[in-house]
């Protein structure tokens, strides 16, 4: 009996009712055949944008792209010596900037990895970038987990990357040109893209608030970014899509200002915040030698609000 190709695994996993087929893996592979219609034995092409289309939507993540860039070379320093790629998408699936070595670029080429490719998954299946972006969490698809079976050469390792509005903005991506790529080698990297993509949304959520006071909170996943940003009339402007759920916010679109206090003096949820904001206060009198004026103009606030912060803190006048 000759043995199952990829091609009848997955195609048997897609129209399967088994609870083997209730997996993510399968859902997506699901999702791929019944609602993309594609098939896992077709070897065409990796659809591209036209050069004028990767302009636009490269300009209009500019500030995200700027703050992005020297954490994908940091990335990249760590990973490209071993044969992967680093990748950055838009929320659509569309490759918008790479990093890879000139060695390694025939090989991503051949397989469509590359600037203004498509691989949303309704182009390319259940794959890294476009599984990661439908799904909204961190993931690995290794080898023979992708949808068709042109993509089985590669091992993808991926993580969300959401904007100040809370909603997924981008997808950051790690391919492997290697065909000895292990699992284990590959959670490896997962935790590095994780960090990454941490780093990434923490840098552009500072650029967006700029002149806003930023405030950072412990959460259950230490790999999310959880800031709010503070305005000079301490309204909360903004605030991540881990710290929309800390604190029951709206989880996606512009936030509705409210007073600091409302959120941080909460009895009956986090404290994370308020420890971050003592702490933020002490370190900025602690740093001016006891002056409050100079400590103020450190935190980005007024005199007079640096004193009820701190009578709100409890913190005597040093």
Same mark, same amino acid.
């Given at each position: 009996m000759r043995p199952i190709s990829h091609v009848d695994r997955v195609l048997d996993a897609a129209f399967s009712s088994s609870a083997a087929a209730h997996s993510r893996l399968a859902a997506s592979w699901r999702r791929s055949a019944h609602k993309h219609g594609l098939d896992p034995a077709s070897k065409r092409d990796v659809a591209r944008v036209t050069q004028d289309c990767l302009k636009d939507r490269r300009a209009a993540l500019e500030t995200f792209m700027t703050v992005a860039a020297p954490r994908l070379d940091a990335l990249y320093a760590l990973v490209g010596q071993s044969g992967c790629g680093v990748f950055?998408?838009?929320?659509k699936g569309v490759i918008l900037d790479q990093r890879l070595s000139d060695a390694d670029a025939p090989t991503f080429g051949h397989w469509g990895l590359c600037n203004g490719a498509d691989w949303s998954e309704a182009q390319e299946g259940t794959n890294g970038i476009?599984?990661? /972006? +439908?799904?909204?969490?961190?993931?690995?698809?290794?080898?023979?987990e992708h949808f068709f079976a042109r993509n089985t050469a590669m091992s993808c390792i991926d993580a969300p990357i959401y904007g100040s509005d809370g909603s997924?903005?981008?997808?950051?991506d790690v391919s492997s040109a290697r065909a000895d790529q292990t699992e284990a080698f590959n959670r490896l990297i997962a935790a590095q893209v994780a960090q990454t993509a941490r780093a990434i949304e923490e840098a552009h959520f500072r650029a967006t608030f700029p002149n806003a006071r930023i405030v950072v909170a412990e959460s259950?996943?230490?790999e999310a970014a959880t800031l709010l940003a503070i305005d000079g009339d301490d309204l909360v402007v903004g605030a991540t899509r881990e710290a929309r759920r800390v604190f029951g916010m709206e989880s996606s679109a512009? /936030? +509705?200002?409210?007073p600091a206090a409302d959120i941080l003096g909460?009895?009956?949820g986090p404290t994370g915040f308020e420890k971050a904001e003592r702490a933020a206060?002490?370190?900025a009198i602690a740093r001016a030698d006891g002056n409050i004026s100079q400590a103020a103009r450190q935190l980005g606030i007024g005199r007079a609000t640096l004193y009820r912060r701190m009578k709100r803190l409890g913190l005597?006048?040093?």
């Open positions: 950055l998408s838009d929320a476009g599984t990661c /972006l +439908t799904e909204g969490r961190r993931l690995i698809i290794h080898r023979d997924i903005v981008a997808a950051l259950e996943d230490a512009a /936030l +509705t200002p409210r909460r009895e009956d206060v002490v370190r005597n006048e040093t």
